[in-house]
């Protein structure tokens, strides 16, 4: 088991950039593969990019492909989610994931069984 944390929501402008960070404690943080989901009020959270657990494969979905980028320091037990471009589209709840085991991660919500509380991320038009 590991406990997340994320930090770096806020509020920003359309067009601007913020930095998600998810600090992982509790396990040997490298064995997993961390994923970060949204969730609009009233929708279903969505992924929207995973990292496998030593850094080398990545996911993205076609809604942030090309605007974000999804990195882990294995040293400082935290992976980031670089966000420029925003749109009021990427409005919406954000929380990091993980799974344990090698491998590129689940695809799905499922595979994931530990959850940071959120951070919300706010871009206004």
């Known amino acids: 088991q590991v406990q997340l944390v994320e930090s770096g929501g806020g509020l920003v402008q359309a067009g601007g950039s913020l930095r998600l960070s998810c600090v992982v404690s509790?396990?040997?943080?490298?064995?997993?593969?961390i994923a970060w989901f949204r969730q609009d009020p009233g929708k279903k959270r969505a992924m929207v990019a995973r990292i496998s657990w030593d850094g080398g494969t990545t996911y993205y979905s076609d809604s942030v492909k090309g605007r974000f980028t999804i990195s882990r320091d294995n040293a400082k037990n935290t992976v980031y989610l670089q966000m420029n471009s925003l749109k009021p589209e990427d409005t919406a709840v954000y929380f990091c994931?993980?799974?344990?085991?090698?491998?590129?991660?689940?695809?799905?919500?499922?595979?994931?069984?530990?959850w940071g509380q959120g951070t919300q991320v706010t871009v206004s038009s």
């Open positions: 994931a993980a799974a344990y085991g090698p491998g590129p991660g689940p695809a799905l919500e499922a595979g994931y069984d530990n």
């Open positions: 509790g396990s040997s943080f490298s064995a997993y593969a």
